[in-house]
């Protein structure tokens, strides 16, 4: 018989990294430009099916309120939470900076849950220099790639890996 898993993810960064476009271009596959800001947290959910190991994946996907001064509903979205996609824009650098701020409150309540970083908005830059991303990931020992909610690039990779992990 088919296993049946659910796995509560949460996106995490800075305000306006891209985290809900990043949600809805993987559930619904849509980019909108004209998005209203989160509020709160959202839930929403995915499934995949991996046939290789007959396993059906429920992602339960908690998009968080990036604001920092909203520390009781992030800590609130990270109880639980088996996996996490930290995001950053990689036309902001100060978004970059915010990465340890997000990877150590997740890992504070959630403790060793695997982790995607993500440097989003990668079809606003020109070129982009991935060795301090890539520096981060190896410390935090996890993979980095950059992505567009825009094009989709990276996108379903991103949420596969996590989940891929999620069920091994
Ligand atoms: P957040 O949920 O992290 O706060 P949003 O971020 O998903 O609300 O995105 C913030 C803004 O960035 C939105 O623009 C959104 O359209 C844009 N955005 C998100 N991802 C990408 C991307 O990959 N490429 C580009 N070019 N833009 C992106 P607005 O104008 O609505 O503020
Ligand atoms: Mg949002």
Redesign the pocket.
Known sequence: MKKDVKKKIALL?D????????IRRYVIDR?????I??LGTKVTKKTIEFDEQDTELTLIIW?VL?QREFRKIQDAAFEGSKGAIV?FDVSRDETFDGLEYWIEAVRKIAKDIPLIILG?????VESYDTANAEALADFYNTSFYC?????GLNVETAFLTLGKTLIE
Request: without cysteine.
């Open positions: 960064g305000p306006a990294v891209g985290k809900t476009s990043l980019y909108d430009d004209k998005y800001s989160t998009d990036g995001v989003n908005k990668i079809d606003l992505s567009s909610a825009k094009t």
